[in-house]
């Protein structure tokens, strides 16, 4: 393999395990949000403001990993 096909290979782990993390995550994360907000319906406000932070959070760190996969495919030091 070039190096030029380690770095798609790359790039597409990046992703695609990011992704993965991510919507594995806000699913877990959605669940145990249900399940407390059956539990105590009276805090269900409290609770929903900080379950869309950590899933902004959540998907920030998706957009990085992303960001810099697209940095090694379109500034690639290999190639040339």
Known sequence: MTNVAMVALA????IGLGAI???L???IMGGKYI???ARQPELM???QT???LLAGLIDAAFLIGVGIAMM???ANPFVG
């Open 45 to 47: 406000n409290a609770l």
């Open 35 to 37: 399940e407390a907000s």
């Open 25 to 27: 995550g806000i699913a």
């Open 72 to 74: 090694f495919a379109f």
């Open 11 to 14: 790039c597409g782990l990046i």
């Open 21 to 23: 993390g991510a919507c």
């Open 50 to 52: 900080k379950m869309f």
